[in-house]
C-alpha cells in the first residue's frame, strides 16, 4: 500500500553557515525523500516563536527561537513513504551524542541545539509546519 507522506524538514543556521545544505539535501535524495519544494530564508525571532510555540513553556524556549532566527536556514517539504517517521529516524536523536551512526545529527550536529536539522514530529504537525512555510 502506498503511504506517501509529506513532511517538513529545516537544514537549521549552524549546519547552512558551515555550507553542508547540499551534502545534507544529497543525504535525503539518497535515502528516497523527494524535495518537492525548498527555499533558503531568514526568519525574524518573532516567527521563530511561532513556529515552535509547541514549546513555549520549555526552559530552553527562548534560547532555540534567538538561534533559528540567527542566520539562514533551508525549509524543505520533502515527500516519502511513510515519510514523517522515515525523516525522524534519518535525522537521529535530537542530542547529537544520543544519535546513531549513519544519521544526519550524528554525522553533523554540534549540541543539541546546534543539531543541524528540524524535522516534523507527526503527520498533524507537519501539515501546520508545512502551511507556515508555504502556505501559497
Ligand atoms: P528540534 O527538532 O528543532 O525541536 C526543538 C528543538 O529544541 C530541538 O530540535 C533542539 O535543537 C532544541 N532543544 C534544546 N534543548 C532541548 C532539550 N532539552 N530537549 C529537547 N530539545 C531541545
Known sequence: MNNLEQTLSII?????????????????KSN?????K?????????????????????PFYNDLCAYLS????????LEKENGVLANR???GATNPKDAEEGTIRKKYGISIDKNSVHGSDS???AKIE???FFKD
Open 32 to 36: 528516497g525523500f523527494s524535495i518537492l
Open 12 to 28: 537549521k543556521p549552524d549546519a547552512v553557515e558551515r555550507n553542508l545544505d547540499n551534502e545534507i539535501k544529497e543525504m535525503f
Open 123 to 125: 503527520i498533524d504537525n
Open 89 to 91: 529516524e534519518l535525522m
Open 70 to 77: 540567527s542566520g539562514a536556514i533551508v525549509v524543505m517539504i
Open 130 to 132: 508545512i502551511d507556515f
Open 38 to 58: 525548498e527555499k533558503k530564508i531568514k526568519i525574524t525571532k518573532t516567527e521563530a516563536e511561532q513556529f515552535y510555540k509547541v514549546h513555549e513553556t520549555k
